[in-house]
């Protein structure tokens, strides 16, 4: 990797920053590459995601919520794996104008996040680029071989949960967007924080290792990520809508969004665990940090349906948002 | 990750062209993340690049050239450590205006490089920028636990070796920009296909273990790289500068360059291994699929001397070059 390389050169001062950072095998960031082992009866879980200034992230937010927003995207992946977080990579484009200062910050954020979550900084790459900043984390896992949690093992008569609330970060975006105007200003602020930095529900996943039949992360939307389940694992999905669980600030955003809780059915960003398996998880499971909620049911067939309070399907115009 | 998230997004078609080249352990691309485990005695050796078009690259170049340069860079950083190349991830940020010919062709790229160095692809991500394509590989290799080659392990008294031809690729980009007029068509196809196209030492590198006592990889320019190794051991290393290995094609294009061979000793991109251990390895190695020359000496002390024919140490005005 270059980010030794780079010791001379105009992002000599990334590695200055990011080297106190630098967890077991990476070598002080001063090799060619790093080296990770997981144990015997392990095998390693990755999962890599990249963000562009002004398209993921607006740009002006503090530079410790983005470095800590990256990890977490991430680290949720990690999550509905079942994988224990071991390290990470890093790969900055940035442009020139970015200062030390805002790197200084950044890495203030990883490093808060790399004590929360107990991982370490690997090795990477910078460089300097004319357009927007160009952030890309890989994580590492740990998971026993053979028990990573998929997306393709649901099966028909499975129950579906969810873990948490759904929907507040597509509220804390409305909010943010200027939406909302009348809701109270610590609902606002509760589902502004939970759209700016999300709780990777790692403990749950492990939890669900050798329990649940299918699971993934809510980051397209409760529909589309039990969609991408139902898929890969070839059955239908429902979702009976007054079960979905809103927190009290997303029950206040629902009583004034345009279309009610159905931002909670295709909102992203929440980065709870949607996942399938026998009856009864919710109550193995809910005593956890987190609630867990039994929200429909798996049967034979194709796509997800939401059921209303009457008992029919609930129409969406869009199934989740994405962004590209 | 999010390239199984980008299934319907504006970005789908790359899933589509990726989804062929997705190796053992990368569920088809449709999961949260993907599995590697090395055997129960091995560990993992990562490596990352960023490159961005216009700065690392041209962004006329064919893609699948693009493609093989960025697997290669990775490829050989494997080399400097003794890996066996395993798998790798992949994470595009690409503006609009690429067409879907340009990824079909890299990716072509990728899959002749997957066939020739024996690796598949784990999983990525897929964004769009408002900026220019950057692009980065993360390398997983494989070595023995404890055996990887590292950096810092030169001591006084080895000798200093170097594989193939250095400066090549330093003559070759000479050539791209329109320098070394007088020089004959094949040297200068040779020289820029040298340039294009790195050849990964790797069957080199995985037979140096526990043989080596230091090694890196010519990224940076031979003097530059040998300082990393010098810099990381703790030692003091020189080089006979006539003793450093040119091509016939570096031959020719070192007499007509305004500063003669000095482009072999600070130029970069060779991907070539430098490398320390016990008097007789260029003997040893010598006879494999690319020579390996004795070109000099490690001692007490810092920093790298170049040694002239007349046993002066030789001036150097740079000690490299880097992309930034």
């Not at 997306?151 to 939406?179: E, F, H, I």
């Amino acid at each position: 990797m270059t980010m030794a390389m780079s010791a001379k050169g105009e992002f000599g001062r990334i590695r200055d920053f990011l080297a106190p950072l630098a967890g077991d095998g990476a070598f002080g960031l001063t090799d060619d590459a790093a080296v990770i082992a997981p144990s015997p009866v392990s095998e390693l879980v990755v999962t890599t995601d990249t963000v562009v200034a002004g398209v993921h992230y607006i740009g002006d937010e503090p530079a410790r919520e983005i470095a800590a927003k990256l990890l977490r995207v991430n680290l949720s992946d990690l999550a509905a794996m079942g994988a224990q977080p071991r390290a990470y990579t890093l790969n900055f484009a940035l442009p020139a104008a970015i200062e030390d200062d805002w790197v200084a910050d950044f890495c203030t954020g990883l490093a808060e996040d790399q004590q929360r979550f107990g991982i370490g900084l690997l090795g990477g790459d910078s460089v300097s680029t004319p357009g927007p900043a160009t952030l890309t984390a890989t994580l590492f896992g740990e998971a026993p071989v053979g028990e990573a949690l998929r997306r393709n093992g649901a099966r028909a008569g499975d129950t579906v949960y969810v873990s948490g609330a759904v929907g507040d970060a597509a509220y804390g975006l409305m909010a943010l967007q200027g939406g909302l105007a009348d809701l109270e200003e610590a609902h606002r602020a509760a589902l502004i924080a939970r759209y700016r930095l999300p709780q990777p529900r790692l403990a749950l996943g492990m939890a669900l290792r050798g329990r649940a039949t299918a699971a993934a992360d809510v980051s397209d939307g409760l529909v589309a990520d039990l969609g991408h389940i139902a898929e890969a694992s070839g059955v239908a999905a429902s979702i009976r809508l007054a079960d979905v669980p809103l927190s009290d600030a997303g029950r206040a955003a629902a009583a004034l969004a345009d279309d009610g809780k159905v931002a909670a059915l295709i909102g992203g960003d929440d980065y709870e665990l949607v996942f399938t398996g026998p009856a009864g998880l919710d109550r193995s499971f809910g005593g956890g940090s987190v609630p867990v909620t039994a929200i429909g049911e798996v049967a034979e067939g194709t796509g997800v349906a939401v059921i209303g309070a009457d008992g029919d399907p609930v129409a969406l115009e869009r199934t989740g948002w994405r962004h590209n």
